[in-house]
């Protein structure tokens, strides 16, 4: 997957200008799909060039002109054609999971004070998670095609968090 793709399932949510996409990426995207502002504008400026977003002036009072983004015939063609090719299976490249394995190499206990962090970060994700699903997703039972996706990524999210929450935990007490 290139950032292209993400870039084109978030304009197809909703046109946006870089900032914006910026924003929903820190909010949003950026939860599993990393990406600086810098990487966002220069890809959007490629994608521009190659005829797979269009871009409409909106001039705006006091500031300089927006440009907002939005996928071209072509840009949709080449999502769905993304959107239909198999998937790989996905890697699990962990540091953690090598700081576990080595642990009886090194100083147990600072690790453990590190994962009792690391932990901590997991819950926070966690409560974030859950209350972006409370606040944006009331009723799933009545969310469109769309909507039902994102609730179901955020859902994948709260999973993971369980799983990083559950493995630590079990880590620190079969080791403490």
Do not use: C, N
């Amino acid at each position: 997957m290139a950032l292209e793709h993400a870039l084109l399932v978030a304009l197809s949510e909703r046109p946006a200008s870089g900032l914006e996409l910026t924003r929903r990426f820190e909010r949003s995207l950026g939860f599993f799909w990393h990406a600086t502002h810098q990487q966002i504008y220069r890809v959007l400026g490629r994608m521009v060039d190659d005829g797979w977003v269009t871009v409409e002036v909106v001039a705006q009072e006091g500031r300089p002109d927006k440009k907002v983004h939005t996928p071209s015939d072509l840009g949709r063609a080449a999502l769905e054609a993304w959107l239909a090719e198999p998937l790989p299976m996905e890697t699990f490249r962990s540091e953690l999971a090598v700081k576990l394995r080595g642990a009886s190499y090194g100083d147990r206990a600072r690790l453990a004070s590190h994962l009792e962090t690391t932990r901590a970060e997991h819950v926070a994700r966690l409560a974030a998670y859950e209350l972006m699903e409370r606040e944006q997703f009331p009723d799933p039972a009545g969310l469109d095609e769309a909507a039902r996706d994102q609730w179901l990524v955020l859902r994948g999210g709260i999973g993971l968090e369980h799983f990083w929450i559950d493995w630590i935990t079990d880590y620190l007490q079969e080791t403490s």
